[in-house]
């Protein structure tokens, strides 16, 4: 009967937690922020733990199962709907190297030495630090990297062009929002970007997405 108690269990678990996978959506797979971490280890002790234990029934453990996947979902729509909740929750990405500099602070602060940036530079294929304009740690602990312009594939150098400066674009509007932060990065104060938005037919509220580029200006992506 344990044998049976158990079989059934562990299939009941095992739907419950592919129809939470399924209703949470991809990102918990693919972006693995604290937060995920946590929700991952917990739903797994619940089920691993409900197995063995003959009190727990089925109607407990889909009950935990549901209780938990409730608390993730709210956690989630939380983070979509307010930006100063999602760095809260999910903290925020760090440009470790900034034209060509390590950020030193921003290393230590995401607790990171030397050979475990280099690491995570070698999976982008970096080999050098002298390659690097951008670095930006993200949330989930992976880098992305922009190179310098002699560097960019395929290389700039083979084609005998001539250097110049590489931007990285600012990330002005997010989700109807001002990026307050950024602002200091282009020079822009809230009345010049409203005026700049207002030429394209739009308000602050209609905008998904604006980022800033020194060469290209202000490129808006609304709703």
């Keep these: 009967m344990d044998f049976l ?4 269990e562990t ?23 604290p937060f995920d971490f946590i929700a991952a280890i917990v739903l797994g002790e619940l089920i691993g ?23 993730i ?21 760090s440009l470790i190297i900034r034209r060509g500099e390590i950020q030193r602070d921003l290393l230590k602060k995401a607790k990171l030495d030397m050979n475990q940036f280099m690491h995570l530079l070698r999976d982008k294929n970096v ?22 312009f002699i560097h960019q594939t395929p290389t700039n150098e083979l084609l005998n062009q ?9 990330t002005i509007i997010t989700d109807g929002e001002i990026v307050d932060e950024n602002l200091k990065e282009i020079e822009w104060d809230l009345e010049h970007i ?17 980022e800033w580029t020194q060469e290209k200006g202000l490129f808006v992506m609304p709703f």
């Design 49 to 71: 733990n409900a197995l063995y234990d003959k009190e727990i029934g089925i109607s407990m453990i889909l009950f935990a199962v549901t209780l938990w996947g409730v608390l």
């Design 162 to 170: 001539t250097p110049k400066a590489v931007e990285l674009p600012v």
């Design 127 to 148: 080999f050098s630090i002298q390659e690097v304009e951008y670095a930006v740690l993200e949330t989930n602990g992976s880098i992305n990297v922009l190179k310098k």
């Design 5 to 8: 108690r158990i079989t059934i």
């Design 194 to 210: 409203k005026d700049e938005v207002e030429k394209q037919g739009l308000t602050i509220q209609d905008v998904m997405y604006a």
């Design 11 to 33: 299939m009941v678990g095992f739907a419950a937690l592919f129809t939470l996978t399924k209703v949470i959506g991809k990102s918990q797979i693919t972006q693995i922020t």
């Design 73 to 93: 979902f709210t956690i989630e729509t939380l983070t979509i709907k307010f930006r100063r909740v999602r760095k809260t929750l999910e903290g925020s990405p």
